[in-house]
């Protein structure tokens, strides 16, 4: 038994993807609006975010988990216009930003009401849908999973993207050195304004004896890895003696020929993740730690939101095309509606 808002429609715009393949697959369906499940919310949705895992979807490449939605969509902000059994009332009007399980490239949307995120003050709908995934992805590796603290040193693949900026600020805002590895000046400039200690062109520079040299031949303590495959024996060198190696994508391919040896004489941890499948409760807890830190780090003015571009549901294969292009400089977001800032809506 669920409760709603008045007057909610019976059927929504949503994207569809007609079969694994390019933008061509992309299509706008028309779908029941759903109905919350005990301990979810339905969202109205006033912006998405468009993320690599969407891509790899439509791809045929990341099936969801066997109980998620099977649409396209992993975060989105709205606001809150039906609640599942076991939800309060209370919740029905709250603006929120929220890591779903599928389907958020939609007009409405369920999520689990524990991973729903206060909007921090003074963002709009478009600004927050670009924060859920991509900083909770940054804070379950580098600081659940690597334990990162002040005064270490960080090496960021893919600098520029949602997650790289994450990455940049978070580190920034706690202490930490940054260096990432970026396709281009533009986005190394881009990264070096943020927060990045030292940008280095992959198709260029030595990026390897780069960082060495940049830390004076000792390495970093932590890689956070999104292209894997030849990067592995690269971030291996990288890598302090006892140092952490964290694959979260797979850009470069799903496999590599390491060298063995000097894992095991370095005593590196090589380790991997990734947030789509873990529980419930994982994702609650996160959500909570997430949002705490969201919160303050606006409220400080020390992070910020940085959507590169918007496009309407219509045009979601446009916005796939950026994405995949690799020309992308931090995130791209659906707006569903028009939107006003978060001190407007107050």
Same mark, same amino acid.
């Given at each position: ?33 759903? $109905?919350?499940?005990? &301990?979810?919310?339905l =969202? @109205? ?6 993320? *690599?895992?969407? %891509? ?91 334990a ?9 693949h893919?600098? $520029?993207?949602?997650? &790289?900026?994450?990455? =940049? @600020? ?6 930490? *050195?940054?260096? %990432? ?19 280095y ?5 030595d ?19 999104m ?35 000097k ?49 309407t ?34």
């Open positions: 038994m669920s409760t709603a808002a008045p007057q909610l429609p019976v059927s929504m715009r949503a994207v569809g993807v007609k079969a694994p393949g390019g933008v061509d697959q992309l299509e706008l369906i028309e779908l029941p609006v759903p $109905s919350p499940m005990p &301990g979810e919310v =969202i @109205q949705v006033k912006a998405a975010g468009v993320n *690599r895992p969407d %891509v790899l979807q439509r791809l045929g490449l990341y099936p969801p988990p066997a109980d998620a939605n099977p649409n396209l969509g992993l975060e989105v902000s709205g606001v809150v216009v039906a609640v599942g059994q076991g939800v309060p009332e209370s919740h029905l009007g709250e603006p929120v930003m929220a890591l779903c399980n599928g389907g958020g490239y939609a007009e409405y949307a369920c999520v689990p009401a524990r991973q729903c995120m206060q909007i921090p003050k003074g963002l709009s709908f478009t600004e927050a849908a670009s924060l859920p995934e991509v900083y909770m992805t940054v804070w379950q590796n580098l600081f659940l999973k690597g990162a603290r002040a005064g270490q040193t960080v090496l960021i893919g600098g $520029s993207s949602g997650i &790289g900026t994450a990455a =940049i @600020q978070l580190c920034k805002k706690h202490g930490l *050195r940054t260096f %990432v590895t970026v396709g281009s000046q533009e986005k190394a400039d881009f990264c070096t304004a943020l927060g990045a200690e030292r940008a062109l992959y198709k260029t520079q990026w390897e004896q780069q960082v060495l040299q940049d830390t004076q031949q000792q390495g970093v303590d932590l890689i956070l890895d292209v894997a495959g030849d990067y592995l024996n690269k971030d291996l060198n990288c890598a302090k003696p006892q140092g952490m190696v964290i694959v979260i994508a797979l850009l470069g391919g799903r496999f590599a020929n390491i060298d063995a040896a894992l095991m004489t370095k005593q590196v941890v090589l380790t991997g993740t990734t947030l789509r499948p873990r529980s419930a409760e994982f994702k609650a807890d996160l959500a909570r730690q997430v949002e705490r830190e969201l919160i303050e780090g606006f409220s400080a003015q020390v992070l910020k939101s940085l959507v590169q571009a918007t496009f549901l219509a045009d979601v294969a446009k916005a796939h095309q950026l994405m995949e292009s690799g020309n992308a400089l931090g995130k791209i977001v659906l707006n569903i509606e028009n939107q006003e800032k978060e001190s407007e809506r107050a």
